[in-house]
């Protein structure tokens, strides 16, 4: 008996038929929606920035406190965002992929960087430099957020300022430093600004209605209105 070769979907002739007259425009691929990255971004940097920003408060004092730092470094922080940033770039916005790619390579880099310090010896100066230089990229990023909303333009405010206190903290001695522990604080203001604004994607997306404030802008459309844009999109 012959093997039935058509496909496993019927609206496909089987391979090396001809279509009939009028049949290319039916087959034709259909445009396809694709989520919103963003909450999922938001929250593996939430989530990653509030841990390590307990420790460096110095709440947390257990010496292998970091260890779940790096974990989440690396495939929360890093690479789910990272995932995040390249379907913000096939979506179209220059924003989010430039701020989650970015970000996704800050965890990554420090989750390469952070074992090895304390084997390296004393690095607080040009720690410090790449914080301060995260610190400057920050502040241009802060600039764009104003188009964004106000809990992602919170989230950035309060990152430039982590970074800021952190870098000042490093230049004076790293760890322990007070300025050090003032960048914790704003890193926990700065975590949960995030979660905020990645439950408010997750949440009016599901809702296809505005349930968590987002707060307006000068210059943007309703939250509502954007949350059915994005259903729109593709």
Same mark, same amino acid.
């Given at each position: 008996?012959?093997?039935?070769?058509?496909?496993? /979907?019927?609206?496909?002739?089987?391979?090396?038929?001809?279509?009939?007259?009028?049949?290319? @425009?039916?087959?034709?691929?259909?445009?396809?929606? =694709?989520?919103?990255?963003?909450?999922?971004?938001?929250?593996?940097?939430?989530?990653?920035?509030?841990?390590?920003?307990?420790?460096?408060?110095? #709440? &947390?004092? %257990?010496?292998?406190?970091?260890?779940?730092?790096?974990? #989440?470094?690396? $495939?929360?922080?890093?690479?789910?965002?990272?995932?995040?940033? #390249?379907? %913000? $770039?096939?979506?179209?916005?220059? $924003?989010?992929?430039?701020?989650?790619?970015?970000?996704?390579?800050? =965890?990554? @880099?420090?989750? =390469?960087?952070?074992?090895?310090?304390?084997?390296?010896?004393?690095?607080?100066?040009?720690?410090?430099?790449? #914080?301060?230089? =995260?610190?400057?990229?920050?502040?241009?990023?802060? +600039?764009?957020?104003?188009?964004?909303?106000?809990?992602? &333009?919170? *989230? $950035?405010?309060?990152?430039?300022?982590?970074?800021?206190?952190?870098? +000042?903290?490093?230049?004076?001695?790293?760890?322990? /430093?007070?300025?050090?522990?003032?960048?914790?604080?704003?890193? +926990?203001?700065?975590?949960?600004?995030?979660?905020?604004?990645?439950?408010?994607?997750?949440?009016?997306?599901? /809702?296809?209605?505005? *349930?968590?404030?987002?707060?307006?802008?000068?210059?943007?459309?309703?939250?509502? %209105?954007?949350?059915? /844009?994005? %259903?729109? @999109?593709?």
């Amino acid at each position: 008996m012959n093997e039935d070769t058509r496909s496993l /979907h019927p609206e496909q002739p089987p391979p090396g038929a001809v279509p009939p007259t009028g049949a290319a @425009s039916e087959a034709a691929p259909r445009a396809t929606a =694709w989520a919103d990255p963003a909450p999922l971004g938001l929250a593996g940097f939430a989530l990653t920035t509030l841990l390590l920003s307990i420790v460096n408060t110095n #709440l &947390l004092k %257990e010496t292998a406190g970091i260890l779940p730092v790096l974990g #989440l470094a690396l $495939f929360y922080g890093g690479l789910a965002q990272f995932a995040a940033g #390249l379907m %913000e $770039f096939r979506r179209g916005n220059t $924003f989010g992929a430039t701020a989650f790619v970015s970000f996704a390579a800050f =965890w990554l @880099s420090y989750w =390469w960087i952070a074992p090895r310090v304390a084997l390296a010896g004393d690095a607080h100066n040009a720690l410090g430099l790449f #914080l301060l230089g =995260w610190a400057i990229f920050t502040a241009y990023m802060t +600039i764009g957020a104003l188009r964004v909303s106000l809990p992602v &333009l919170a *989230v $950035f405010v309060l990152l430039t300022l982590t970074f800021l206190f952190l870098a +000042i903290g490093s230049f004076q001695g790293g760890a322990g /430093h007070v300025m050090t522990e003032v960048g914790g604080w704003f890193g +926990i203001l700065t975590g949960l600004a995030a979660w905020y604004a990645s439950a408010a994607g997750v949440i009016n997306a599901a /809702h296809g209605r505005t *349930v968590v404030p987002l707060g307006t802008l000068p210059g943007r459309t309703e939250p509502s %209105e954007r949350v059915r /844009h994005d %259903e729109r @999109s593709v």
